[in-house]
């Protein structure tokens, strides 16, 4: 930071002062951040990087470095995500990374001989206690011919050992890491007996919580074992020197150091060999004496330990130093718009007063303090280049966090500047500025325990062309975040129902669940149904987008099937009207001859039927119809003229939904039908009935012959 000054050196001072006071203090930690996971066979892994290796926390989380945010995009980092949750093979080279600087537990040898004799470990552990990395080493370790597979199942989901059969010399991780995630009917009953895995030479290594463990364990052999941690020097030790630390033994056996590592889990002590190689890569004057050396590395601890505890404490004495509105907010823009040209930064700091409602004071002469004074007074360099230099990586995601702790009440003004600067940036600046943004906001997601600020955000650039793509992406990762996931999707479905909501925030949560479904597809057909109900074209195109993506993959497919014949039968009047939207968008696929696709045998007719009777009868019972149940029933109707053979079923199913029913909505669902006919091919009186006007009457005279309620009728059934 800038030196010189009378005031600089105040300020220095009173930071000290308070280093000093609050050195032996608890820091306050964030969780350990989950690495980002490549898929199977066919995808690109990242690159392996040692110093990534050893975080365990529940499931995969967005990744949280010292090192500045360049704007990963968060597109990139979704997928990544996902690749990390599906059930894949594990590649080769991923658990080489994984392992390059695993440290085992004291007690490995007891998960070991367990694994070995009962072909089943459960790992025991709390956030960063390393279960993950451990579970790779035994299996691997145990048998190098063994293929490692890592099994996924929506929370709440029934499991069984027989899930797990048919496929011989594999290593199955089950991971229950993830918050709020469990195993319906409990999972110790399923472990009692092996036969099925020793018979195949296969084996399974469960990763939990002492808590989910405690709940679902009833019934088990004794099959799991506590990790007691490794020695934290010993973690910092491997990830220094794997990382390339120049003098891994002079941080190692600091006393600060030490002090701050002393107890940590794995996971944690990695977040600190972050920040020690964040500090070390930092340029450093040339010093001649040992003592000035031995100052320069006191600096450097003391920096560790700020970024450690977030710089609140040096941030919180800049604050009271600096209550001037041009220091505070050309702070704030530097830090958001961190790598942004400076006269772009002065610009946009001045927007950011505006934006807070701040009403500008008298400035002094030359309309108040320029570029360099400011650059100055925040501490900050002026590069070469043009750019703005903050004190050390990570300085900058701590200005940010900083302000939306301490100002929550600006926080939508905040969230509405870093949009319009995103959109007026040109290239890839304004993309930049929103993948950083995302990043912070998830963190500060999971930091709060609270979605206001992800909600601000999300929706200020569901209402921006250019950042739409960047809400969704938000949103996603969010969702799937092993710590505030199950937070985020309950909050989505509150959003998905509320009509006060905007339909462009709407219309973003479909896009949302289009991409969960990939890991959570039952949640997000609900979310996709209610989405459904809304009625807004936006909306209701990006719910059948989202159901039709779902349906051209194969095993999400036949997951969906299940669902929502299960929702058809259902007594909850919701789940009912969900599944209803969700098939109306599918009845109006079609294959090459324009046969409806439901229709046809291969897609499992026969077994669909029940559901799309039911179906059907939910949707005549809609009042107003909607426009998708109007383009189902054009495209079922086409059908049924251009090919003879399917007008039968269609009719059928028709006067099925219409009566077929222990509840006497009959007559609406017939009226229901008779206006969707019209819809299709419209009445006019004074015209000669056309061929298709024949064939509409002749639907209606078969679905009313139909009607067990009027013999009058008569039983057979009209031709056309």
């Avoid at 074209?537 to 194969?554: C, D, K, L, R, S």
């Avoid at 222990?662 to 609406?668: G, L, R």
Wanted: aromatic content about 6%; glycine content about 6%.
């Amino acid at each position: 930071m800038g030196t010189g000054s009378q005031e600089w050196d105040a300020l220095q001072q009173l930071v000290e002062d308070v280093r000093a006071r609050d050195l032996h203090a608890p820091s306050t930690v964030a969780e350990p951040a989950e690495r980002t996971t490549p898929g199977g066979p066919g995808e690109e892994a990242a690159a392996p990087s040692p110093s990534t290796g050893e975080p365990d926390t529940p499931g995969p989380s967005v990744q949280q470095t010292f090192g500045t945010n360049n704007g990963v995009a968060i597109g990139v980092q979704f997928q990544n995500i996902i690749n990390g949750m599906r059930t894949v093979e594990l590649r080769d080279d991923w658990v080489d990374q994984q392992l390059a600087v695993y440290v085992p537990p004291k007690n490995e040898k007891d998960a070991a001989d367990t694994l070995r004799e009962k072909h089943v470990v459960v790992l025991l552990g709390e956030n960063g206690a390393g279960r993950e990395p451990t579970g790779l080493d035994l299996l691997r370790r145990l048998n190098k011919g063994l293929r490692l597979k890592r099994f996924h199942r929506e929370p709440g989901d029934p499991f069984s050992l027989t899930d797990l059969t048919g496929q011989e010399n594999v290593g199955w991780i089950l991971d229950l890491r993830a918050e709020g995630d469990t195993v319906k009917g409990g999972l110790g009953y399923s472990l009692q007996d092996t036969t099925a895995l020793k018979t195949a030479t296969s084996y399974l290594v469960v990763l939990a919580s002492p808590q989910v463990w405690a709940a679902i364990s009833g019934g088990s052999d004794k099959v799991d074992v506590a990790l007691e941690a490794p020695e934290a020097p010993d973690v910092l030790r491997a990830h220094l020197r794997a990382a390339g630390c120049r003098n891994p033994e002079q941080w190692i056996t600091d006393a600060r150091i030490a002090q701050a590592i002393a107890g940590k889990l794995p996971g944690e002590v990695k977040r600190w060999a972050d920040a020690v190689m964040a500090e070390e890569t930092r340029p450093v004057v040339a010093v001649a004496t040992g003592t000035q050396e031995q100052n320069e590395f006191n600096q450097r601890v003391e920096r560790v330990i700020e970024a450690m505890a977030d710089w609140r404490n040096e941030l919180r004495s800049w604050h009271i130093a600096h209550p001037d509105s041009d220091h505070r907010n050309f702070l704030l823009a530097a830090a958001s718009m961190d790598g942004t040209p400076v006269d772009l930064i002065y610009r946009a700091s001045e927007n950011l007063a505006a934006a807070l409602g701040e009403t500008p004071a008298p400035r002094p002469g030359q309309q108040g303090p320029g570029i360099i004074e400011l650059t100055y007074m925040i501490g900050a360099e002026l590069s070469a280049d043009g750019t703005v230099t903050l004190p050390s990586d990570g300085y900058a995601e701590a200005v940010v966090e900083y302000f939306l702790l301490d100002r929550a009440h600006l926080v939508d003004s905040f969230t509405q500047w870093t949009a319009q600067q995103a959109a007026r940036l040109d290239g890839d600046l304004g993309t930049q500025l929103a993948d950083r943004v995302a990043v912070w906001v998830i963190r500060h997601t999971q930091k709060s325990r609270s979605v206001d600020v992800l909600k601000s955000v999300a929706k200020e650039w569901s209402a921006s062309k250019l950042l739409r793509d960047h809400a969704r992406d938000l949103l996603s990762i969010a969702a799937v975040d092993s710590k505030i996931g199950r937070l985020v999707r309950e909050q989505s479905l509150t959003w998905a129902r509320d009509d006060k909501e905007p339909d462009t925030l709407r219309a973003t949560l479909a896009g949302v669940c289009q991409q969960v479904s990939q890991v959570y597809p039952r949640e997000a057909l609900l979310r996709l149904g209610e989405l459904a109900a809304t009625g807004n074209p936006a909306v209701t195109a990006a719910v059948g987008e989202a159901i039709n993506a779902m349906w051209e993959h194969p095993d999400q497919r036949q997951r969906a099937r299940k669902v929502l014949r299960k929702w058809a039968r259902s007594a909850t009047e919701s789940l009912r009207r969900s599944s209803s939207h969700a098939f109306l968008y599918l009845a109006s696929r079609v294959e090459e001859n324009d046969t409806p696709s439901l229709l046809v045998a291969g897609n499992d007719y026969e077994s669909d039927l029940p559901w799309i009777i039911q179906s059907w009868r939910t949707a005549l019972e809609y009042d107003p119809a909607p426009e998708s149940a109007i383009d189902a029933f054009k495209v079922w109707m086409e059908a049924s003229v251009t090919e003879p053979d399917t007008r039968d079923t269609v009719f059928g199913i028709l006067a099925r939904a219409v009566h077929d029913a222990p509840e006497d909505n009959s007559a609406v669902r017939f009226l229901s039908l008779n206006r969707l006919a019209s819809h299709w091919e419209p009445s006019e009186p004074r015209k000669p009935l056309t061929d298709r006007a024949r064939f509409r009457d002749s639907l209606i005279d078969w679905v009313r012959a139909a009607d067990p309620t009027n013999p009058g009728v008569g039983s057979s059934v009209p031709q056309s």
